[in-house]
């Protein structure tokens, strides 16, 4: 069975900074691309950033530049790092396989995710 367990998510000041961790497990973990996806209450599904199996790396515009993704195939764990955070990255983050023809497109096996709250 494919699993996701993400952690690290948190309550932060607008400018703070957090780091998530998303182990996976059930599947091949290194060849699978991985991705980062959130979602704010009331919103649909948004698409953060992904990680090849080749570690080339892809970030939406509204994040690049202040999130970072890594991968780590020794312990089947997936990074993202979250810097200089804005209001509008509350959201409810998830790691998943991303499984489409392009990055960013479609997902499978989402986990259960961890919250990020950046308020003042």
């Known amino acids: 069975e494919v699993k996701f367990m993400e952690s690290g998510g948190g309550s932060v000041q607008p400018g703070g900074s957090l780091r998530l961790s998303c182990v996976a497990s059930?599947?091949?973990?290194?060849?699978?691309?991985i991705a980062w996806v959130r979602q704010a209450p009331g919103k649909e599904l948004e698409w953060v950033s992904s990680?090849?199996?080749?570690?080339?790396?892809f970030y939406s515009d509204s994040v690049k530049g202040r999130f970072t993704i890594s991968r780590d195939s020794g312990t089947n764990t997936v990074t993202l790092d979250l810097n200089n955070l804005k209001s509008e990255d509350t959201a409810m983050y998830y790691c998943?396989?991303?499984?489409?023809?392009?990055?960013?497109?479609?997902?499978?096996?989402r986990g259960q995710g961890t919250l990020v709250t950046s308020s003042s």
């Open positions: 998943a396989q991303d499984v489409g023809s392009r990055f960013g497109k479609a997902f499978n096996n």
């Open positions: 990680i090849s199996t080749q570690q080339s790396t």
């Open positions: 059930g599947f091949t973990f290194r060849d699978y691309s």
